[in-house]
């Protein structure tokens, strides 16, 4: 099987993806952005995935409805279930080809077999300097995410004790 490791997704804003500035709904682009990581996803391990965690979303600028999108989405590192996937949003105005970077963020997703049960995905060894620094971004999130879950976990166990008492 040909594992892709990049997937590169193009467009144009529709006006059914409007917000009520007359730009592109965030929610929009995160849907794109879940679609364009599941492609990703996909090609790399050759099974169904599910979406296990979305993080740090960063908006730059918005999106004009009529722009073309470009999403690339890449794996940038994979444990033995998972991936992760980097999503870099851009746009550009047809008439002038000049793309503008919008958006990024990094998606985790589980390959799945046919039970639902997560199953091995193929790993993805760095082959240059840019590979391994995207690794060591991937793993400076896990450290940073570990923070954040715990955090979350905290917050969760206290409201759950609340709302019992």
């Known amino acids: 099987m040909d594992r892709r490791r990049e997937m590169t997704l193009r467009f144009l804003a529709q006006p059914s993806a409007v917000n009520f500035g007359g730009k592109v709904h965030g929610g929009a682009v ?20 599910v979406t296990l965690y979305v993080g740090g979303i960063r908006f730059y600028r918005p999106i004009v409805i009529g722009h073309i999108v470009e999403l690339q989405a890449r794996v940038i590192y994979t444990g033995t279930t998972s991936m992760h996937i ?7 105005d047809p008439r002038e080809g000049h793309y503008t970077q919008t958006t990024h963020c990094v998606i ?7 039970a639902g049960k997560p199953a091995p995905v193929p790993a993805w060894e760095p082959q240059t300097e ?16 570990k923070g954040i879950e715990e955090e979350m976990d905290a917050v969760r166990l206290r409201d759950e ?3 019992s008492s």
Not at 130 to 145: G, I, K, V
């Open 161 to 163: 004790g609340a709302a």
């Open 30 to 49: 995160m849907t794109w952005i879940d679609e364009a990581g599941y492609a990703c996803a996909v090609g790399w391990s050759g099974r169904y995935c």
């Open 108 to 114: 985790i997703f589980v390959a799945v077999d046919d």
């Open 86 to 92: 980097a999503v870099d949003v851009r746009s550009a």
């Open 130 to 145: 840019a590979d391994r620094a995207q690794t060591a971004y991937a793993r400076r999130l896990m450290e940073l995410r």
